[in-house]
């Protein structure tokens, strides 16, 4: 059972460039986020999605896109790479029934140079 | 607005040592709170789950205790180790459809052998 996969684990960018950040689940779960988290900072959310073809913003949506089109694909768009969105970003998912525990990727380390 | 705050930021105690790790939040509103740990580099590891309408959920040496009317929560390690060395996270989800995890910034945990 793969659970939260993430992709790539590290990646440098250079200020401008994009890229696409990968996250599939396989355990058929509605709900799935976007979370960066800075040193110090917590885990703060950038995108959600309640299920396919539903996405809504977080807390620090500036900067990125995402899109739903499956139940088990949920991938974070950066279009303009700054230093700012240097970050560690995880993507976690959880059903729809609120007694349930959420399960966290492995997290992808971006540096923007 | 959900703030959860983590108090100390950061422990360290000997090993063998009982320890309590204290999380709070702002609005008692919530369906339930999760415990995680971090270890560096990684991603988030669930420990425990406590539903709005539990007191307490125990797993091993770890026991989370819940008082929603007060808005906090404390996670008992018993008899700690080396190996327990981590960030714990906190997490609240509001009850509010299609609203997610809300964290705390973390207690970073370091037992000495």
């Known amino acids: 059972n793969a659970g939260v996969t993430q992709t790539p684990k590290f990646r440098i960018l250079k200020i401008g460039q994009s890229m696409t950040l990968q996250c599939t689940q396989d355990m058929n779960h509605n709900y799935m986020y976007w979370y960066r988290q800075d040193p110090g900072m917590g885990l703060k959310l950038i995108y959600y999605s309640v299920g396919a073809g539903i996405t809504d913003k977080g807390e620090v949506p500036n900067g990125y896109n995402v899109s739903r089109s499956t139940t088990e694909d949920f991938p974070l768009r950066l279009e303009l790479a700054a230093p700012s969105q240097t970050s560690v970003y995880f993507c976690?998912?959880?059903?729809?029934?609120?007694?349930?525990?959420?399960?966290f990727g492995q997290g992808t380390r971006l540096t923007v140079v | 607005k959900q703030e959860v705050t983590q108090i100390p930021a950061a422990l360290s105690v000997p090993e063998g040592e009982n320890l309590v790790l204290n999380c709070s939040f702002t609005d008692s509103a919530i369906y339930n709170l999760q415990w995680f740990r971090q270890d560096p580099g990684k991603g988030l590891t669930s420990l425990l789950l406590i539903q709005s309408s539990q007191r307490e959920q125990t797993s091993g040496r770890l026991n989370a205790s819940l008082d929603k009317s007060s808005g906090r929560s404390t996670l008992y390690i018993a008899a700690s180790q080396p190996g327990d060395s981590a960030t714990y996270l906190c997490a609240v989800r509001p009850n509010q459809a299609g609203t997610a995890l809300i964290f705390g910034k973390g207690t970073t945990l370091s037992v000495s052998s």
């Open positions: 976690a998912s959880t059903t729809g029934s609120v007694n349930t525990e959420a399960f």
